[in-house]
């Protein structure tokens, strides 16, 4: 029997492609696998720490990862793991430490190291580079060197992201990537090709001042100023930044008409409900270093949902997926290409609806965590595989 405790950088509760599709729906499956997740508390410090998520016992206990709570976890969690690794007894199992990005996290799980078995750690984000101001990248980079020698295996979702992390930490004897891949196919079990009178597109993601969901913007109102009569909608972010992009010329006057809304952040399953009425979905991003080795999450929800895709170019895994499905079109994010392939796609609905059908078969296929559960058990028990 194993053990395995779960550090996320997660506030309960810890709802995230990989921790729904892997951690939770397909591991905790396992006969001889015993899974608990460590997330920070939901919202009230009062709450009670012992939590269930989808059937699987969650520790709600650290705090929030923000200011001085970021860094009182470090206590928080040796703590966490001194009562679940004591709480083991004299049962016959090993103890698997599994820790996702966060620096002060995994520097807490290496001084517990003597305690455990194996400790996994897997990166999504490229904290050391890109995680804020200079300071605190230097600082994740030093919390990262001092646990480098305690870490026996990492995961990361793409490629790219693995040859930035297998410098970090060199000696790790297993590596794996899983990309971050659609969980939600259950949720629909089957295409659906139908388009209403307006096609229908969606974007779900952040939208802080400067990110990509202006220029977005930007190119949908010129293609509503050229005619196309589609439905907008999009999803996350807060309502001061709605008001932000409301500033956006052209953007009122298409709510107005009904044509364009916005959607503060819900959670994952309630999206799932737009996803019904949508057609086609936005993954676009600026061709940066950070985001050339992200796992196109979203991308993957849309396509196991069955909807069509614009992705823009330059993510090679984003790239990779578009091509092999035929689900979509891959373009430069720019105003003026945004317009264009909304025009394109309007005047064409056939083949939205055979993008549509390609998208739910090559994620019904390729884009499932089922399949990488053989090599990420292996990576967790350090079993020799071809994945190293």
């Known amino acids: 029997m194993h053990s395995l405790i779960c550090c996320l950088d997660k506030e309960f509760p810890p709802s995230h492609s990989f921790v729904d599709g892997m951690l939770v729906d397909t591991l905790s499956k396992e006969s001889n696998i015993d899974t608990k997740l ?190 196309v009569s589609c439905n907008f909608i999009f999803i996350g972010g807060t309502n001061n930044e709605h008001v932000r992009l409301e500033k956006i010329p052209g953007v009122l006057d298409l709510k107005k008409k009904g044509q364009l809304s916005f959607v503060e952040k819900i959670p994952r399953k309630e999206v799932f409900e737009y996803y019904k009425k949508a057609d086609v979905g936005f993954s676009l991003y600026f061709k940066t270093e950070k985001d050339a080795e992200r796992s196109p999450t979203k991308l993957t929800e849309y396509m196991g949902a069955g909807l069509a895709v614009i992705a823009s170019k330059g993510i090679p895994l984003q790239e990779e997926y578009v091509k092999k499905s035929g689900a979509g079109v891959l373009i430069d994010l720019t105003e003026n290409e945004v317009a264009k392939t909304i025009s394109l796609m309007d005047a064409n609905r056939n083949k939205v ?36």
């Open 38 to 227: 460590i997330t920070s508390k939901p919202g009230d410090i009062f709450t009670k720490g012992v939590l269930r998520y989808n059937g699987v016992l969650c520790l709600a206990v650290l705090w929030k990862r923000r200011n001085l709570g970021r860094y009182l976890n470090f206590f928080n969690l040796i703590a966490c793991l001194k009562r679940a690794v004591k709480a083991k007894g004299k049962e016959k199992q090993s103890t698997i430490l599994f820790v996702r990005n966060d620096p002060i996290l995994l520097l807490a799980a290496a001084c517990m190291k003597h305690k455990v078995d194996r400790l996994i750690f897997q990166s999504s984000f490229p904290h050391e580079k890109y995680s804020g101001h200079i300071v605190k990248r230097s600082v994740a980079k030093l919390l990262f060197s001092f646990s480098r020698n305690k870490v026996d295996a990492i995961t990361a979702v793409s490629p790219l992201g693995m040859a930035r992390t297998s410098k970090l930490f060199p000696k790790a004897r297993h590596r794996l990537v899983i990309p971050l891949l659609s969980d939600i196919n259950k949720f629909f079990p089957s295409a659906n090709d139908d388009i209403g009178e307006n096609l229908g597109f969606i974007f779900v993601g952040t939208f802080f001042s400067g990110s990509e969901i202006e220029v977005l913007i930007r190119g949908i109102v010129k293609a509503a100023t050229q005619g």
């Open 353 to 388: 609806k055979n993008y549509k059908t390609n998208a739910k078969k090559y994620a019904n296929k390729h884009l499932d965590y089922s399949q990488y559960l053989d090599g990420f058990k292996q990576t967790l028990m350090g079993i020799s595989n071809n994945h190293n």
